[in-house]
Nanobody, 127 residues
């Protein structure tokens, strides 16, 4: 089992920035591909960004390209999502998810591909 804990959510005005972090408890997160998902009220959970186990490949949803950046800190055993130029439409609960794939250069944008999920952190962007 991999226990994931998100942190860093909060309230920000439109145009502002937030950084959310995903930490693994008692596991080395660099051994896993990680995805960030979000779920707004009344909507399906959707992919935001993903990073492969070896950090060689990343994925971004079209809605966040150019504004969000996913990255790892192996020293801190975390994966972060830096969110800039936030918009009210970015308001959601943000979840990190992790899984191991046969190819360390693999990531996935599919919810079902991930085995482990955090509890989520709320991000609210006011207009």
């Amino acid at each position: 089992q991999v226990q994931l804990v998100e942190s860093g959510g909060g309230l920000v005005q439109a145009g502002g920035s937030l950084r959310v972090n995903c930490a693994a408890i008692a596991r080395t997160l660099r051994n896993y591909a990680v995805g960030w998902f979000r779920q707004a009220p009344g909507k399906e959970r959707e992919i935001v960004a993903a990073i492969s186990q070896n950090s060689g490949r990343t994925y971004y949803a079209d809605s966040v390209k150019g504004r969000f950046t996913i990255g790892r800190s192996n020293a801190e055993n975390t994966v972060h999502l830096q969110m800039n130029s936030l918009e009210p439409e970015d308001t959601a609960v943000y979840y990190c998810a992790a899984s191991q794939f046969n190819n360390p250069d693999t990531y996935s944008d599919l919810r079902g591909a991930y085995d482990y999920w955090g509890q989520g952190t709320q991000v609210t962007v006011s207009s």
